[in-house]
């Protein structure tokens, strides 16, 4: 059986290296981690708290040492409600990643259905992410179906 655990601000520096597996898969030679995973330690840490319903994280510890095998993170936006969503509350998946030498063991799977009870827990009726076409089917065996929502975003320059 797969341990699942609620990650804690102490898992942040391998929440973030993951995160760094997961752009890297997706866009090749993205830039050096190193320079976010750093600074980006003091600000992830907060947001694992347990305390902190509006963002969770689900791990799998490796099975042969020190580390995260695997990890999902997620949040909880309040949107404005509408006919299909009286609540507004709206749940997005940042974050799936497996470490290369763990993959194909099911961690991912068993990260994404700890995180998909606690949005049920808190009664989010809508969960949307970005997939990959490699965890495509990983995330329609768990019910994701696409939308039709064109996507369209805006970068502002900083200053």
Known sequence: MIEVRRAGGEDAAEVLRLRGVMMDSVRPGGGDPQSWIGPGIAVVRPLLDPGNDAMAAFVVDKPDGPGLAACVVGTVDQRLPGPNDPTGLRGYVL????????????????????????????????????ASAEGEPLYASLGFVRNRDPGMRLVIPAR
Request: net charge positive; aromatic share 12%; hydrophobic share 40%.
């Open 95 to 130: 974050n799936v990643a497996t470490d290369p030498a763990y993959r194909r063991r099911g961690y991912s799977r068993a990260c994404m259905t700890a995180l998909l009870a606690w949005y049920a827990q808190r009664g989010i009726g809508a969960v949307d992410l970005r």
